[in-house]
C-alpha cells in the first residue's frame, strides 16, 4: 500500500523496520532477513535513505550499522503515515475475512501487537476450508512483507479448550489483540 506513495516495496519495507525499532540499529544482512529482500536492492535503498538524511550509519568491528535518525524533521510525521496505514491494511483484511466461509472468530495478535512472547500472530476460530485458510494467510504474509504464525481451531475445540482453560489459548484471549471478526463473544 505505502510503495505506492514511496515509490519501492523495499525502501517502504525498510521504513517501516526502522520506524519499528528506533533505537535499534541493524546491518545489512540482518536487514535482509528482516525485510525478506535482496541484498543489492537493500544496499541502494539503504544508500538513497542515507542520502536523504533519514537513515545514519556508522561503522563498527568493520560492520556498517544503519538507524534512523531521530532528529530528521519528519520523523513523527512518518511514524503517524505508517500507524495509520496499519489501519487501513487491518481494515482490508478484516474485508478479506468476512468473506471466509465458516469463519466465527479473527484475531491479530503477536508481533502485530507488539507482544513477542505471545505464540501465534493470528488466531482463528470456525469451519474454514484449508486451501482457502492457507490462501488467506499467504495474503496476509504478503502484505506484511514477513512470515505469520497462525493458530487455527474448530469452534468446538475452541470450546473445549476454552473450557479447559487452555494456557496457550488464554494467553491469547488475554493478552493484547486486534479482534476483527468476533462471531462468538469473546
Avoid: W
Avoid at 519495507?13 to 532477513?33: A, D, G, P, T, Y
Avoid at 535503498?45 to 550509519?57: A, C, P, R
Avoid at 495509520?84 to 478479506?96: D, P, R, V, Y
Amino acid at each position: 500500500m505505502l510503495e505506492q506513495l514511496f515509490g519501492s516495496r523495499t525502501r517502504t519495507k525498510l521504513l517501516h523496520l526502522f520506524l519499528e525499532n528506533k533505537e535499534q540499529s541493524f546491518f545489512v544482512r540482518e536487514i535482509c532477513r528482516a525485510i525478506n529482500e535482496r541484498i543489492n536492492s537493500v544496499r541502494r535503498e539503504l544508500q538513497n535513505l542515507e542520502k536523504f538524511g533519514l537513515i545514519i550509519s556508522k561503522t563498527v568491528e568493520q560492520k556498517r550499522f544503519y538507524k534512523i535518525d531521530g532528529n530528521f524533521p519528519i520523523v513523527s510525521e512518518l511514524q503517524l503515515l505508517f500507524d495509520k496505514s496499519k489501519i487501513l491494511i487491518e481494515k482490508m483484511i478484516s474485508q478479506k475475512a468476512l468473506k471466509l466461509e465458516g469463519l466465527k472468530y479473527f484475531a491479530l495478535t503477536g508481533q502485530f501487537t507488539k507482544e513477542e512472547d505471545i505464540p501465534t500472530d493470528v488466531l482463528l476460530v470456525g469451519k474454514i476450508p484449508r486451501e482457502a485458510l492457507e490462501k488467506f494467510i499467504k495474503g496476509i504474509e504478503k502484505t506484511y512483507g514477513r512470515h505469520i504464525r497462525y493458530t487455527y481451531f474448530t469452534t468446538q475445540e475452541f470450546n473445549l479448550r476454552k473450557d479447559l482453560t487452555d494456557k496457550f489459548l488464554y494467553s491469547i484471549i488475554n493478552g493484547q489483540k486486534i479482534v476483527l471478526v468476533n462471531k462468538i463473544g469473546i
